[in-house]
């Protein structure tokens, strides 16, 4: 790999700028006093280091909702999300009652959706986080895998991790007949229809939101769950686990662009219902006595270690690519990669430092290369953070405009929306690190290497085990987490890097600041 490496050179621009109100009044002094209500704000552009890392096996059996299906990327090509889920039963030791019948088996994984109304005043819903609009093979198969959810080679004081490249693992354990398969699966916006009786006892038709609602095998979980009723194996939490270990999820790409969806599958609303009816004596209204169907469920919910597991490799250009240094910056979610910033050395750092200036902003500007985005959507936030220490940024932390409510719209000072120029048509993220940059140059503190990745909630900032990576990254900051908000969107994208032969659009670092001795 080539790296771009050292601040190799500077340029100092003199300008008159007006800079975001959250910012004005953000100066540090640096040598020097400070200043009232200063003028002549300068900006220097400083030449950084920045490199793309493939994630070859990343962690995803965390509380993070997963995607399942096959996505066509235009720049990353396809890739397929398949999901393997513990199951946990609603009631252990369950009893039905005498002469029950099974009537149905039903699946439901709701969507992330919207409502709105027509013209007409009728709901209408739009999805959302579903990718594509082509359908993919979606096959479900019991699994005899057993998840752990403590790790035996850290004598179980660990939580167990599993990865997304064990889908081939996974596999060696599933049973040969499937117990629901769809050739060509398509997410649809239709709403749920329920049709029952109110509490007159009258029809009554009922909607939800849409969802991933399907019938299951009714003749598995007749063996699987009815006939098994009074065993020891639905007896206890422990011994269900270990005797129905799990569901597998694969979806399988067909002849189309596919589409790939977001699925909370710990949401209230997701899991198995198993539909059965009887007969049981009552008393009508005239006191006789005549047998009536009753109606009746047993939920089955999905565990809590659910695992995401991605197929699919970049095309060779784009392999290529990534080893070959810092031209373009290619940040891709799923299995993914994440890009690697190097700001200063202990040189630099020592000549900023005996200067006279107050910083007002410090940003990073990320262009989207669109010569090589073939039409590629632009994915919704960037993320950057702490890759040395595995922490967020402190300006990730004073963003006043944090909102957990509405993620994409949270802390935009620190992580702008995309933004696009009417008039060039292109189109920039800006990455705010002025309090970062200030403490490296008051506090005596090294220059860390600094992760950017795109995210679908930059409100989560948790991150997850990486297990393999490349290419290896030069010392001994190996990337051993990335964020976990990275691997719940299929979306990507390419910007022009630090090595990028494009002056105007090449990554820099920005400093805007005042020279006190001026």
Same mark, same amino acid.
């Given at each position: 790999?080539?790296?771009?490496?050292?601040?190799?050179?500077?340029?100092?621009?003199?300008?008159?700028?007006?800079?975001?109100?959250?910012?004005?009044?953000?100066?540090?002094?640096?040598?020097?006093?400070?200043?009232?209500?200063? /003028?002549?704000?300068?900006?220097?552009?400083?030449?950084?280091?920045?490199?793309?890392?493939?994630? &070859?096996?990343?962690?995803?059996?965390?509380?993070?909702?997963?995607?399942?299906?096959?996505?066509?990327?235009?720049?990353?090509?396809?890739?397929? $999300? /398949?999901?393997?889920?513990?199951?946990?039963?609603?009631?252990? *030791?369950?009893?039905?009652?005498?002469?029950?019948?099974?009537?149905?088996?039903?699946?439901?994984?709701?969507?992330?959706?919207?409502?709105?109304?027509?013209?007409?005043?009728?709901?209408?819903?739009?999805?959302?986080?579903?990718?594509?609009?082509?359908?993919?093979?979606?096959?479900?198969?019991?699994?005899?895998?057993?998840?752990?959810?403590?790790?035996? /080679?850290?004598?179980?004081?660990?939580?167990?991790?599993?990865?997304?490249?064990?889908?081939?693992?996974?596999?060696?354990?599933?049973?040969?007949?499937?117990?629901?398969?769809?050739?060509?699966?398509?997410?649809?916006?239709? +709403?749920?229809?329920?049709?029952?009786?109110?509490?007159?006892?009258?029809?009554?038709?009922?909607?939800?939101?849409?969802?991933?609602?399907?019938?299951?095998? +009714?003749?598995?979980?007749?063996?699987?769950?009815?006939?098994?009723?009074?065993?020891?194996?639905?007896?206890?939490?422990?011994?269900?686990?270990?005797?129905?270990?799990?569901?597998?999820?694969?979806?399988?790409?067909?002849?189309?662009?596919?589409?790939?969806?977001?699925?909370? %599958?710990?949401?209230?609303?997701?899991?198995?219902?198993?539909?059965? @009816?009887?007969?049981?004596?009552?008393?009508?209204?005239?006191?006789?006595?005549?047998?009536?169907? %009753?109606?009746?469920?047993?939920?089955?919910?999905?565990?809590?270690?659910?695992?995401?597991? %991605?197929?699919?490799?970049?095309?060779?250009?784009?392999?290529?690519?990534?080893?070959?240094?810092?031209?373009?910056?290619?940040?891709?979610?799923?299995?993914?990669?994440?890009?690697?910033?190097?700001?200063?050395?202990?040189?630099?750092?020592?000549?900023?430092?005996?200067?006279?200036?107050?910083?007002?902003?410090?940003?990073?500007?990320?262009?989207?290369?669109?010569?090589?985005?073939?039409? $590629?959507?632009?994915?919704?936030?960037?993320?950057?953070?702490?890759?040395?220490?595995?922490?967020?940024?402190?300006?990730?932390?004073?963003?006043?405009?944090?909102?957990?409510?509405?993620?994409?719209? *949270?802390?935009?000072?620190?992580? @702008?929306?995309?933004?696009?120029?009417?008039?060039?048509?292109?189109? &920039?993220?800006?990455?705010?690190?002025?309090?970062?940059?200030?403490?490296?140059?008051?506090?005596?503190?090294?220059?860390?290497?600094?992760?950017? *990745?795109?995210?679908?909630?930059?409100?989560?900032?948790?991150?997850?085990?990486?297990?393999?990576?490349?290419?290896?990254?030069?010392?001994?900051?190996?990337?051993?987490?990335?964020?976990?908000?990275?691997?719940?969107?299929?979306?990507?994208?390419?910007?022009?890097?630090?090595?990028? *032969?494009?002056?105007?659009?090449?990554? &820099?670092?920005?400093?805007?600041?005042?020279?006190?001795?001026?």
């Amino acid at each position: 790999m080539n790296l771009y490496r050292g601040i190799l050179k500077i340029t100092t621009v003199f300008v008159v700028i007006f800079l975001l109100a959250s910012c004005d009044d953000d100066f540090s002094n640096i040598g020097g006093e400070i200043i009232e209500n200063p /003028s002549g704000v300068q900006l220097r552009e400083y030449d950084i280091n920045a490199y793309t890392v493939d994630l &070859k096996s990343i962690q995803t059996n965390t509380p993070n909702p997963k995607l399942l299906g096959v996505y066509n990327h235009p720049v990353f090509g396809e890739k397929s $999300a /398949s999901v393997l889920s513990q199951l946990r039963l609603g009631t252990t *030791s369950p009893e039905f009652p005498e002469g029950a019948i099974l009537d149905s088996v039903v699946l439901n994984l709701p969507y992330f959706s919207r409502e709105d109304v027509d013209d007409n005043g009728d709901p209408i819903f739009e999805l959302d986080s579903v990718y594509g609009d082509g359908g993919f093979r979606l096959s479900i198969r019991e699994s005899r895998y057993f998840l752990n959810d403590l790790d035996p /080679s850290e004598d179980f004081e660990r939580a167990q991790r599993y990865y997304s490249d064990q889908q081939s693992l996974f596999e060696q354990f599933l049973t040969e007949d499937s117990i629901y398969v769809n050739e060509n699966f398509v997410p649809s916006t239709d +709403r749920i229809r329920f049709i029952g009786e109110n509490d007159e006892g009258e029809a009554d038709t009922t909607y939800s939101a849409p969802a991933l609602r399907v019938h299951l095998n +009714r003749n598995y979980f007749q063996q699987k769950i009815v006939d098994m009723e009074g065993s020891a194996e639905l007896s206890s939490a422990s011994n269900f686990y270990d005797y129905f270990r799990g569901l597998m999820f694969k979806a399988e790409p067909i002849a189309n662009e596919g589409s790939m969806a977001l699925f909370n %599958f710990t949401g209230a609303d997701a899991g198995i219902n198993i539909y059965y @009816s009887y007969l049981q004596e009552t008393t009508d209204d005239d006191g006789e006595t005549v047998e009536e169907t %009753f109606v009746d469920s047993l939920g089955i919910d999905f565990g809590a270690n659910i695992v995401n597991t %991605f197929e699919g490799e970049y095309p060779e250009q784009i392999q290529q690519n990534i080893a070959s240094g810092s031209e373009n910056l290619y940040l891709d979610g799923g299995e993914g990669t994440l890009g690697v910033v190097e700001l200063f050395d202990q040189e630099d750092l020592a000549d900023l430092r005996s200067q006279n200036i107050l910083i007002n902003e410090a940003n990073l500007e990320l262009y989207l290369n669109t010569d090589l985005m073939n039409g $590629a959507n632009a994915p919704s936030r960037l993320y950057l953070y702490d890759l040395s220490n595995n922490a967020v940024l402190i300006d990730y932390s004073l963003d006043p405009s944090a909102n957990q409510n509405d993620p994409l719209n *949270s802390r935009t000072i620190f992580s @702008s929306l995309p933004e696009t120029d009417e008039s060039t048509g292109e189109t &920039k993220y800006t990455l705010r690190l002025t309090q970062h940059v200030i403490n490296l140059l008051e506090n005596d503190s090294t220059g860390v290497r600094l992760g950017v *990745s795109v995210t679908s909630n930059i409100q989560q900032t948790t991150n997850v085990a990486v297990r393999e990576s490349m290419p290896d990254i030069p010392g001994e900051d190996d990337v051993e987490v990335a964020p976990a908000a990275s691997t719940i969107t299929p979306e990507g994208a390419v910007f022009y890097g630090s090595g990028s *032969s494009n002056e105007n659009r090449r990554l &820099k670092l920005r400093v805007y600041y005042t020279d006190t001795d001026l």
